[in-house]
């Protein structure tokens, strides 16, 4: 894997090269991958680069389309075939230096379309994976099972692939075949929604420095909290994540209850909804554990209590935005080690725990330690996930890749 870092200032930048870069995306809102494609194809108009967008299943919202880009949508050609050649035209009209798609099925699309176009005038491809693909398989349905079929024999096609964590660039090499030297995993955006910018639709007031002089404009995250370390006063366990069979949140409920065997004052705090609510309701009932219901909160992370650990319980994730999140608020955090992806947004010891397993006793073990934790001089490890970091090194992949013959 090549490594990515922080790209210097005008880096090549105006490169004939790179001039006009797409992106392939399901749609501009509703997701991580559509919040991070916002945050890089802003970014990228911002330094002056052509930039255009093409969404494979949703309409064009202007209200989350960035300043300076142009939007097309696929949304009314049905079926692979009709969608990859709608892109193919899109490419030989616009004739794009590079191609860039997020999440498994614009990435299908934009090989397949990419491949339609005679050589000469192909863009340079890049496709991101944002999940851990491998562990998703068992139990989903044939649709998903075919869909990685054909992604594992095309993504060795890319010109490039970009993983959300080092596990999802393991995973790319390992079973998907694609060379070592091929995959570079460019750190998320994540501190990016916290600072209250046009891209990420929040709104934050406070704003503490990430790396430089907050003068000079580099960026910000939130403020730091009034938390106090410890769990004398308590522990408020929260779940931010939609409440969905992967995300197990029938977990935090039985972690809760462990801590309340062992005296631990405790309560539960959902923002997000989902199929499991009323199954975790009853649960909480059950184990006698105070669950409070908030629904989705776009800046949930401005709505912890003092004695906060957020929690984010999942069998798999390709990274883990909310544990980064989290730590910018101020707030340490937990996830289950056997998820994978979530070892790229904590560090143990210090922003989080990493639960030995999704065992209540293991789970309610790293909470206690997460309390604990200070949080101090973290900034240096946040400032990697901001939009000036995550896009810098996007770029430079970019012209490295357009300028490798």
């Known amino acids: ?17 790179l001039r006009r870069i797409l992106f392939v995306i399901p749609s501009l809102h509703g997701g991580g991958a559509e919040f991070v494609a916002r945050t890089w194809m802003g970014w990228l108009a911002d330094q002056g680069y052509e930039v255009s967008v093409v969404l494979t299943s949703a309409e064009v919202k202007p209200e989350y389309l960035p300043d300076g880009v142009r939007a097309v949508s696929l949304s009314g050609q049905h079926g692979h075939v009709r969608k990859a050649a709608a892109l193919r035209r899109r ?16 990435n299908l699309v934009l090989l397949t379309a990419a491949r ?26 044939l649709t998903h099972r075919v869909k990685i079929w054909f992604a594992k024999r095309l993504y060795r096609w890319a ?29 998320n955006p994540a501190t990016a929604k916290l600072r209250g910018t046009a891209r990420s639709q929040s709104a934050t007031a406070a704003h503490a ?7 000079g404009g580099v960026d910000t995250i939130v403020a730091r909290s009034e938390r106090r370390p410890g769990s004398a006063n308590g522990i408020q366990i929260v779940l931010a994540c939609r409440l969905v069979a992967q995300k197990r949140p029938l977990l935090a409920i039985k972690a809760a209850a462990e801590l309340s065997r062992r005296g631990v004052p405790v309560e539960v705090v959902s923002f997000g909804g989902g199929p499991l609510l009323g199954d975790v309701q009853a649960a909480a009932r059950q184990e006698n554990v105070v669950f409070h219901h908030r629904g989705w909160v776009e800046n949930w992370f401005d709505h912890f ?14 990274f883990g935005n909310v544990l980064v999140e989290a730590a910018a608020a101020g707030y340490p955090s937990v996830a289950v080690s056997g998820a994978l992806g979530v070892a790229d947004a904590i560090v143990p010891g210090i922003t989080g725990e990493l639960a030995l397993s999704a065992h209540p006793v293991d789970l309610a073990d790293a909470i206690l330690r997460a309390a604990e934790l200070p949080l101090d001089s973290i900034e240096p490890w946040l400032a990697r996930f901001s939009e000036e970091a995550s896009s810098s090194d996007l770029e430079r992949i970019l012209l490295r890749v357009v300028q490798r013959s």
């Open 1 to 17: 894997m090549t490594p990515s870092s922080y790209t210097p200032a005008d880096y090549a930048r105006g490169h004939p090269a």
């Open 305 to 318: 209590g003092a004695n906060a650990v957020a929690l984010l319980t999942s069998s798999r994730e390709g």
């Open 159 to 187: 010109d490039h692939v970009i993983a959300i964590s080092h596990p999802v660039a393991a995973e790319m090499v390992a079973a998907f075949g694609v060379r070592g030297d091929r995959v570079t995993v460019i750190a």
């Open 209 to 215: 420095q990430v790396g430089g002089d907050e003068s």
């Open 116 to 141: 339609l176009v005679p050589s000469r005038l192909r863009p340079r491809v890049l496709v991101s994976e944002r999940n851990l693909v491998s562990l998703g398989l068992p139990g989903s349905n």
């Open 91 to 106: 490419l030989l009209d616009w004739q794009p230096d590079a191609a860039v798609s997020l999440q498994a099925h614009p």
